[in-house]
């Protein structure tokens, strides 16, 4: 029996797109932040109810995350993105009063309603900490830690460092820094 050209057998090749079915990358790590996967899955609902507003936000959120993970300081759990939502709704607040400057008002209710959206999730981040410390808690702990200060005389950089650093008082929890500079100012006297 002869074989002839066409009906010769040839050696197996992997096909890629037949090998991906079979290879999974596996990951045991979870989302880094609840509100994170949170988001993502909003962002699919505001596609299928075709909200094309909501949608626009929660983009632009997720873009500007992702491009804070291309920087030295990545957004990985819920205080960072409560950081970067708060300085998006700043800034939205600020562009909707220089349209309102501008006479602008359809633009400046958009920027509003982007804000309004962002701080939805700004509360729940919060409420999914426990909420952000309050101001006279925030300067108990700053007396007693410049109280217990031992290594001469404290620097409010350090008296800082050492509150929200990692063993600090308040550790993990949500600290509005401009107030904690406020409380730590006050309390050293400068």
Not at 36 to 64: G, T, Y
Not at 96 to 110: I, M, N, S
Not at 137 to 146: A, C, D, N, S, Y
């Amino acid at each position: 029996m002869s074989f002839s050209t066409s009906t010769r057998l040839r050696p197996a090749r992997l096909c890629f797109r037949c090998m991906r079915t079979f290879v999974r990358p596996s990951s045991t790590a979870a989302s880094p932040s609840p509100i994170l996967s949170r988001l993502r899955e909003d962002m699919k609902n505001a596609m299928r109810a075709k909200d094309s507003a909501r949608l626009a936000v929660i983009r632009s959120v997720l873009n500007d995350i992702t491009n804070a993970s291309k920087t030295a300081k990545p957004v990985a759990d819920d205080m960072l993105l409560r950081a970067l939502l708060l300085k998006r709704i700043n800034q939205s607040k600020d562009a909707a009063q220089q349209f309102r400057d501008a006479k602008r008002e359809d633009l400046a209710e958009k920027e509003d309603g982007s804000a309004s959206v962002m701080k939805n999730y700004v509360g729940e981040i919060e409420e999914a900490a426990g909420g952000v410390v309050a101001a006279d808690e925030l300067q108990r702990v700053v007396k007693e830690t410049i109280q217990s200060w031992q290594d001469g005389k404290p620097v409010m950089g350090k008296v800082m460092d050492k509150i929200t650093g990692p063993g600090g008082a308040l550790d993990g929890r949500m600290v509005e820094k401009g107030d904690l500079a406020k409380a730590v100012k006050e309390a050293l006297g400068n």
